[in-house]
Structures are given as C-alpha cells and as structure tokens.
C-alpha cells in the first residue's frame, strides 16, 4: 500500500531557530499534500495545501512567512518551521494523495518541542 | 466554512459496543472518513461514506446520511486497544481538503 516517510519523527530545537519536517511519498506520486497541526488533547487542525510545482495555499490564521511550504517534486514535500517559539510545539502531520487517488495516506508525525 | 462536530469524551465496557456520533454542516461535501489515533501516533483510516446507509467492516461500522448531517461508527465487541481518539473527517468537494472533527476520546475499561 502506499506509504509516506515523515522525518524527522521527534525534535527538540531552541527558540529562535528553524526546523524543517520532511514528508516523501515512497511509492506512489504525491500530487497534493497537506500539513495538519494537532495541539495535546485536540484533533488535527489543516494549515496548508500544496500541489506539486505550485505555491502553497494556506489556511485562514496560518501565517505563510513563518511555516515554509515547499512542494519541488511529486514524492517530497517539506514544512519549515521559521523563527520556532514555544507556542510551536506541536505535533505536525503531513498527509499525501496520488493520482486518481480516493484516499489520503498520513505521515507518522513530528513532534516539535521548542524551548 | 466547515463545522464538526463530536462528542470530546465517551466510556464504555470492554467487550460492548459504542456508538460515537459526528455532525457536520459543509459547503461541499464529498465523503466522509472515520480514523482511530493513538496518542503521539499518526490517524489510522478505518472507513469511508460517500452515500447513505452502513458500511460495515468487521467490528467497525459506518453510516451517512447526508440529508441529516449526520454519521456515526459503531465498535462491537470492544477491546482495551481500542482506547483511542475517533476522527470524523469530511472530505470537500471543491478542494478536496480533509476537514477533521473535534475527535471523540474513548476509554475502554475491563
């Protein structure tokens, strides 16, 4: 079946640096990938959308200088996390579809801890 | 705009059966997914309903009805793994974004 890699699975960085999340497809082509956010104790909230080759379309509230969305090629697609405070810690998913794809396959997630 | 909603927290009995509701009011809807997650674990698919009525898969089913707003997935014979977060997702039909629900936390005890 298809699967998406996510890595890194956990990282710790200090606030005020970036961090990049990388989510490849491995063996289908990712056309469209979004990146969700779920806080503790909360579901999974969509921050943007991205379609190979194209700029990201971000969710209301989102903001798109700080959280880097790149999506060069049709089995990788990369979150940054630009300037990390605190209040970014979370846990980050990406979740990918192919071609004709009815289904939505998710990363294992990153969880971001800033201090 | 996208409005889901679920019960935030349920309990039941290892070996009975639950029913976790989910009501969504969608300016486009086409389809509606069923995940389970695990703490710190990404979402596992457990269902998919495009038309009404009950799909069933096991111990997993599933029903729509799109006139109503409304779907739910019901767990039979119940086991302690099945501890977990319940997400309705409802598919848009314009983008294609996967909208999540609020999520139904599930404690099964013995």
């Known amino acids: 079946g298809a699967v998406v890699s996510q890595h890194p699975s956990r990282v710790i960085c200090k606030s005020g640096t970036s961090v990049k999340i990388e989510c490849r497809s491995l063996?289908?082509?990712?056309?469209?990938m979004f990146w969700y956010r779920q806080f503790p104790k909360q579901s999974l909230m969509l921050m943007a959308t991205?379609?190979?080759?194209?700029?990201?379309?971000?969710e209301q509230g989102v903001e798109k200088d700080k959280f880097l969305i790149n999506h060069a090629s049709l089995t990788l697609s990369t979150l940054t996390v630009t300037s990390a405070h605190p209040e970014d810690s979370s846990f980050y998913i990406c979740?990918?579809?192919?071609?004709?794809?009815?289904?939505?396959?998710f990363g294992s997630g990153t969880r971001l801890t800033v201090v | 705009g996208q409005n889901i909603d679920q019960p935030t927290e349920m309990t039941a009995t290892e070996g009975a059966i639950v029913q976790i509701n989910c009501t969504y009011q969608?300016?486009?809807?086409?389809?509606l997914f069923w995940y389970q997650q695990h703490a710190g674990e990404a979402p596992t698919f457990l269902s998919y309903?495009?038309?009404?009525g009950l799909e069933e898969k096991g111990r997993f089913s599933s029903f729509l009805s799109r006139s109503k707003g409304y779907s739910y997935l019901l767990l039979k014979e119940l086991q302690m793994k099945d501890s977990a977060s319940y997400l309705c997702?409802?598919?848009?039909?314009?983008?294609?974004?996967?909208?999540f629900g609020t999520g139904t936390r599930l404690q099964v005890f013995p």
């Open positions: 991205s379609n190979e080759g194209s700029k990201a379309t971000y």
């Open positions: 979740s990918a579809r192919g071609y004709g794809d009815y289904g939505y396959t």
């Open positions: 063996d289908f082509q990712a056309t469209t």
């Open positions: 309903n495009v038309l009404d």
């Open positions: 997702a409802v598919r848009d039909q314009t983008t294609d974004k996967l909208i």
């Open positions: 969608t300016s486009g809807f086409n389809g």
